[in-house]
């Protein structure tokens, strides 16, 4: 099999693996209890949420571990808006479905939700934002460091400090950019930012809400009063040292990592090119070294998928956790992509693994499912 999915999910690096399996069966105490099997578990905890911490240049007490990103974006946006019922927030128009779908059950419930285009490249306008702040009473916003779909790169520094200037807190959902781009919490001046392991090479089920000290979310969870009384519940133990030591080793890999996936990214790029109707969105846009997403005038996406899936060969059509339904991705539409178009896209999203001669088989195989279609 060759997979090319690793925006939806990664394998766990074996190294991973090791440090979790002595914490699935032999040390099961609780991290809460006071004897030493217990200790032995907090204190591993504790070594994980350094980790992490270290990962984006954040302190351990800022580390709110959770069940995973779309967790982690919940409690962002709503622990801080139950702050302020009735209050108002603004998220970008192409946020993964946890943030945007939480923005929009906000709006239900009775908060103002305001949504932040994108430009035709893909890019968050920041200017869109400056008159929205300018407007309005907004007390949140937030914005994604790297687009799951495109793998476009987003001026969070900048959009950061325009929401400064207008006294509203920032929060950025860090899950694509994490182990792709270099990540500076307190440098790129936002007050909260999601992380999840299972996106580098960690174990599913875990993710982080890194928080700004001084910031008081309501919980979504109470009880047990574990992680600062931010997040009740036994600890995922295993998982967390499986999300620390993941965070240590992409942090020290990560910068050959991304010389290999820019490399293999353009050895495909370079082959989608030579081929008839393939259209490479936001091709001239700064995006995460692995990502890359393309329409075939003409072509179903989901149709694709499916014919490369036959040749063993895995990839997504828009986002992981949008395929199975048939509507166009909404980020393409958010940047003005034609709808025909937008429902051919497919994306690729490559891994430390792969290899220049998995990316040449997909391109044979694509070519040849592309000619059976008729389209070439
Ligand atoms: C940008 C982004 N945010 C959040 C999530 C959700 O993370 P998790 O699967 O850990 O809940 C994903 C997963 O696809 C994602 O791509």
């Given at each position: 099999m060759i997979y090319f999915d690793h925006n939806a999910t990664t394998p766990m690096d074996d190294r991973v693996v090791e440090v979790m399996a002595p914490f699935l069966a032999?040390?099961?105490?609780?991290?809460?209890?006071?004897?030493?099997?217990?200790?032995?578990?907090?204190?591993?905890?504790?070594?994980?949420?350094?980790?992490?911490?270290?990962?984006?240049n954040a302190t351990p007490n800022q580390v709110i571990f959770t069940s995973g990103g779309t967790e982690a974006n919940n409690l962002a946006l709503q622990g801080w808006m139950r702050k302020f019922p009735g209050g108002k927030l603004a998220v970008s128009a192409i946020e993964h479905s946890s943030v945007l779908e939480t923005a929009q059950g906000l709006q239900q419930q009775g908060w103002q939700t305001s949504f932040i285009p994108v430009q035709a490249s893909g890019v968050i306008s920041a200017d869109a934002l400056d008159e929205l702040l300018d407007d309005s009473d907004i007390q949140l916003v937030s914005c994604m460091a790297a687009n799951n779909e495109t793998g476009v790169v987003q001026p969070v520094a900048e959009l950061a400090q325009i929401a400064r200037q207008h006294n509203t807190l920032f929060h950025s959902d860090a899950v694509q950019a994490a182990g792709k781009l270099p990540l500076?919490?307190?440098?790129?001046?936002?007050?909260?930012?999601?992380?999840?392991?299972?996106?580098?090479?960690?174990?599913?089920?875990?993710?982080?809400?890194?928080?700004?000290?001084?910031?008081?979310?309501?919980?979504?969870?109470?009880?047990?009063?574990?992680?600062?009384?931010?997040?009740?519940?036994?600890?995922?133990?295993?998982?967390i040292i499986g999300f620390g030591k993941a965070a240590e080793l992409v942090l020290q890999e990560r910068e050959s990592q991304a010389k290999h996936l820019l490399s293999l990214r353009q050895q495909l790029e370079a082959g989608l090119m030579t081929i008839p109707g393939v259209e490479i969105f936001a091709q001239q846009?700064?995006?995460?070294?692995?990502?890359?997403?393309?329409?075939?005038?003409?072509?179903?996406?989901?149709?694709?998928?499916?014919?490369l899936d036959r040749e063993n060969i895995a990839v997504s059509s828009g986002s992981a956790c949008a395929s199975g339904g048939s509507e166009p991705s909404h980020v393409l539409v958010a940047m003005g992509v034609e709808e025909n178009l937008a429902r051919s896209a497919v994306r690729?999203?490559?891994?430390?693994?792969?290899?220049?001669?998995?990316?040449?088989?997909?391109?044979?195989?694509?070519?040849s499912i592309l000619q059976s279609f008729g389209v070439i």
């Open positions: 032999k040390y099961y105490g609780n991290p809460s209890s006071l004897y030493r099997w217990g200790r032995i578990a907090r204190d591993a905890i504790e070594q994980a949420r350094a980790q992490v911490a270290s990962l984006v500076d919490f307190p440098g790129m001046g936002v007050q909260m930012m999601t992380l999840s392991a299972h996106k580098i090479y960690g174990p599913k089920g875990v993710g982080a809400l890194i928080v700004d000290k001084n910031l008081e979310l309501m919980p979504l969870l109470y009880g047990g009063g574990q992680e600062r009384r931010l997040r009740g519940g036994t600890e995922n133990v295993a998982g846009i700064p995006r995460l070294p692995n990502t890359i997403q393309f329409g075939v005038n003409g072509v179903d996406g989901e149709m694709l998928v499916m014919s690729i999203s490559l891994g430390k693994d792969n290899t220049a001669n998995e990316v040449e088989r997909f391109l044979l195989s694509l070519q």
